[in-house]
T-cell receptor, first 113, second 112 residues
């Protein structure tokens, strides 16, 4: 079965640079979520999209933005990167007509140096 | 505000034994979903089990079962016949609207 795809899997950036993370949800899933998981932390919800519209916002810094495109893939754009942005970034998707469970991608490990 | 609490940061269990991971949550909503996710050393987040709040029957998935006590807002995970591959971080999660709230996790080690 198709799973959530995230790219790249690993990314190394320097402070003040910009990064773009991509997420391809499971086909027919209508909702995409982004999470940030720091070392030893639980995943923190950043933002979600339902049918290409932003539906909920969590602890996403103003330096970050995200959008969902017509083909349902989503991108998380991170600017003015800081050392503290180093984390594992998960994308998850779900089908709200089902039972709401989220299926997670493998994550993108971002390292800011 | 919705909160999820996992009061056991670390647990261990002998292989083939049974272990129960605790989770409590706080919400004013009546209809919601609860989940347990497993995160092995690979860091992949894997859904273990799901419980709909409107269902009184406890969910079961093979060796994994839950004890859902809605009035007490408790949602514990029981792992029977523990296997070495069960070693992982386990997160309890609650969904409200389009937001997931995770607990801080319980690190489970299965000892051979």
């Amino acid at each position: 079965a198709a799973g959530v795809i995230q790219s790249p899997r690993h990314l190394i950036k320097e402070k003040r640079e910009t990064a773009t993370l991509k997420c391809y949800p499971i086909p027919r899933h209508d909702t995409v979520y982004w999470y940030q998981q720091g070392p030893g932390q639980d995943p923190q919800f950043l933002i979600s999209f339902y049918e290409k519209m932003q539906s909920d916002k969590g602890s996403i810094p103003d330096r970050f933005s995200a959008q969902q495109f017509s083909d349902y893939h989503s991108e998380l754009n991170m600017s003015s990167l800081e050392l503290g942005d180093s984390a594992l970034y998960f994308c998850a998707s779900s089908w709200t007509q089902g039972s709401y469970e989220q299926y997670f991608g493998p994550g993108t490990r971002l390292t800011v140096t | 505000a919705q909160t999820v609490t996992q009061s056991q940061p670390e647990m261990s269990v002998q292989e083939a034994e049974t272990v129960t991971l605790s989770c409590t949550y706080d919400t004013s909503e009546n209809n919601y979903y609860l989940f347990w996710y497993k995160q092995p050393p690979s860091r992949q987040m894997i859904l273990v089990i799901r419980q709909e709040a409107y269902k009184q029957q406890n969910a079961t998935e093979n060796r994994f079962s839950v004890n859902f006590q809605k009035a007490a807002k408790s949602f514990s995970l029981k792992i029977s016949d523990s296997q070495l591959g069960d070693t992982a971080m386990y997160f309890c999660a609650f969904i409200s609207g389009n937001q997931f709230y995770f607990g801080t996790g319980t690190s489970l080690t299965v000892i051979p």
